[in-house]
């Protein structure tokens, strides 16, 4: 790996997984994220989120823009939206005279392949019939001819992934491997969205379906 490859990074860890094309709010409270959300706003620049758990941070994240400033308090702290652009690994962090994070990472591209255009159209029918019953109608369906080339990340911001899962799908290199966990997901998940009381759990969630002791 040269240097010339490594990007520097100011990093944002959190208990999300950010997707390339997803739109997150976050609330921005500790002084030191404060500004660097004030500086990335001020030079338009872009910061890293990785999943954050334990301690313990995935080297695997999600470059986030911000998108709006949706209120600004007395006190400082900051409601935003943020939108998600490009993968990255975490290479190592970095001394800075920042009050932040700030990381050394490498780009993630996906490796070259032909699209499965079967599994693409599936793993979308699957969805719609998905965000139609959790949803009820305040989750836009995806049209089966839509170009977007990576179309599983679309996908997956509703799919009622685990966290872990979600993580492990944003660290994947194939839009064909994406887009047949999504199928298998979708497979064992239609039927068990069909109890109310799921679905409430599902929405509540904003896709993310947590474990239950009376799950079966």
Known sequence: MSASTLRQLPLFPLKVVLFPG??????????RYRTLVRECIEGQMEFGINFFEDDKIDPVGCTALVKDVLKEYDDGRLDISVEGRSRYTLVRTIESDSPYFVGEVVMLDDKPEKINYGSRRRAIEFYNRFVEVAFRGTVPQV?????????SFLLVQKAGLELKDRQKFLGMDSENERLNLLNRHFESMLPLISTREKVERLVVNDGYLPPSKSSP
């Not at 739109?23 to 002084?31: R, S, T, V, Y």
């Not at 049209?143 to 179309?151: E, G, I, M, Q």
């Open 143 to 151: 049209n089966v001819a839509t170009s977007d080339t990576r179309v």
């Open 22 to 31: 997803s739109a997150l709010p976050l609330h921005i409270f500790e002084e």
